[in-house]
């Protein structure tokens, strides 16, 4: 029987104390919150807390810890804000930032494929996120601009080689979005805030997502 709390304990500790990627009290707790196990499919739980991407359904990942923790800390995520993460996944970043928000505020997540946005939603409405978390399935691409502007934007899938206008449209004049960008054979996290209405790009780390899914329209 696989002890998940002194498991995710050590993960986050080696996080904190070893690699430096947990900078805040913050993100420590919700990480500490948020049980990663109940995020994946049985077969995958075995793996919860070691420090790696694992596939899930539709050929999509669930993040490391170690990046779930790094885009945490860029958002600087607080109580209160709207969110817009574009690629629910199994929906495991979305209740951390939850946490992170102490559960007040609104996160709004759009995932393209709709088995895994219900996967996601089942996942989220069992461990008690609904009221924070809302998920909706389609082209993440263009944002949700019925509910913008958003305070943050979190991109978990690799845009191609610039920011997608309608996203950048929908972030908040002194908002901030963590974005993976496709340049050439790389991919590269970027910090993107607002400047005058144009976007000034922080590199931060390369990185490896998935690719940004696009509808046909």
Do not use: W
């Not at 804000?81 to 928000?101: D, F, Q, R």
């Not at 206008?165 to 970027?190: A, C, H, N, W």
Request: proline residues 6%; hydrophobic residues 40%; aromatic residues 10%.
């Amino acid at each position: 029987m696989i002890d998940f709390e002194s498991a995710r304990r050590r993960l986050i500790n080696m996080l904190r104390d070893e690699g430096g990627i947990i900078k805040s009290d913050r993100v420590e707790r919700a990480l500490l919150s948020v049980s990663r196990e109940e995020f994946l499919p049985n077969y995958l739980r075995l793996y919860a807390y070691e420090d790696t991407p694992l596939e899930v359904m539709y050929g999509q990942t669930i993040s490391a810890p170690h990046m779930v923790a790094m885009m945490c800390e860029l958002l600087d995520l607080k109580p209160g804000l709207k969110v817009l993460e574009v690629g629910t996944g199994t929906g495991y970043h979305a209740a951390v930032c939850a946490e992170a928000m102490e559960r007040r505020g609104a996160i709004y997540t759009i995932e393209y494929y709709p088995g895994l946005a219900l996967y996601a939603t089942q996942n989220l409405a069992r461990l008690g996120y609904l009221g924070v978390v809302h998920v909706f399935v389609g082209d993440g691409s263009k944002g949700l601009p019925k509910y913008a502007p958003f305070d943050r934007i979190l991109v978990t899938a690799a845009a191609p080689p610039k920011v997608p206008p309608k996203l950048f449209e929908q972030l908040s004049s002194d908002g901030i979005m963590v974005i993976p960008i496709e340049e050439r054979f790389t991919q590269v996290l970027y910090v993107v805030t607002k400047e005058d209405g144009v976007p000034h790009m922080r590199p931060v780390t390369y990185v490896s997502f998935v690719k940004m899914r696009y509808s046909e329209e």
